[in-house]
């Protein structure tokens, strides 16, 4: 399974995420969680906003861990908002720049863990179903990426949740029409730069992980002496697959079905999250 991270909050730089943690995402990317013989050695991508309307895009095909382009570019970027992808590519699929997440288009970034099950047999079905004037845009392989042209297809400027609910809706009737059982498995990170929309869905039981950081000022008064935490904004909220630190009352796990909304505020949003047709 691929991992992924978002951050939203006063600016940091990535690095503080992706190298510092005990278990950051790069470690992650060496072996990840449940599934530690699995290497996220397929590639990593690093998108966030700065001084541009659009975001930056950095992203290679190579193993996170010994990029040492990521590991410079990480530790000058001071960026209020960024997503952080390492891929574990599903079987069949290439191993090139263009498959590797964050996906960009205009102001909005993407990144997923999961797969649209048999997706050789409904490849061509849902990517016939992006908007003719978006298809162009679509540079890589990947299921991951035409589930992002799906949900801008079905009205991600106007109605970003909606837009995911209607993206997932469709692949689950198409599923559903092939006789696939359960088509559709994901958490996904998606951003405009005003906000972290992240999603924890799967159309079987086994639902992949996702949780959010607590209250930075909660961890403030647990932890006092913890040095990492003293400049992070009270609203600064971190979304991962799986925990970057074991410290007690850090995370809060995501419910399956449900949609979480960082943005502004002391407090993030949990929705309940339902796939409906287009």
């Not at 997440?101 to 970034?109: D, S, V």
């Not at 006092?224 to 992070?232: G, K, L, Q, Y």
Request: glycine content about 8%; proline content about 9%; hydrophobic content about 40%.
């Amino acid at each position: 399974m691929c991992r992924w991270l978002a951050y939203f909050g006063d600016p940091i730089r990535p690095e503080e995420l992706l190298y510092e943690p005990r278990r950051s995402l790069i470690e992650q990317s060496r072996s990840s969680g449940p599934d530690a013989g699995i290497a996220n050695a397929d590639g990593f991508g690093l998108g966030w906003y700065g001084l541009s309307d659009a975001p930056g895009l950095f992203r290679s095909s190579l193993p996170a861990w010994g990029d040492q382009n990521l590991r410079e570019l990480s530790a000058q970027i001071r960026s209020p908002l960024f997503l952080a992808h390492v891929r574990a590519a599903s079987a069949g699929m290439p191993v090139q720049q263009t498959n590797c997440h964050p996906f960009k288009h205009g102001k909005w970034l993407f990144v997923h863990n999961g797969y649209i099950a048999d997706w050789p047999h409904l490849r061509r079905e849902l990517t016939m179903a992006v908007d003719p004037d978006l298809y162009p845009y679509i540079e890589g392989s990947t299921d991951s990426e035409v589930m992002f042209y799906l949900a801008l297809t079905y009205g991600l400027e106007d109605d970003p949740l909606g837009a995911l609910e209607r993206m997932a809706g469709c692949i689950e009737a198409a599923g559903y029409r092939h006789g696939t059982e359960h088509p559709l498995q994901m958490t996904l990170g998606l951003s405009d730069g005003e906000q972290v929309i992240a999603v924890r869905y799967a159309s079987g039981p086994e639902v992949n992980t996702l949780f959010v950081s607590t209250s930075v000022h909660d961890i403030r008064l647990l932890l006092p002496a913890e040095e990492r935490f003293r400049h992070f904004s009270d609203e600064a909220r971190v979304v991962v697959s799986e925990p970057l630190i074991d410290l007690p009352g850090l995370w809060h796990e995501v419910p399956p079905s449900t949609a979480l909304i960082v943005r502004d505020g002391p407090d993030s949003e949990d929705l309940p999250f339902v796939p409906r047709m287009p």
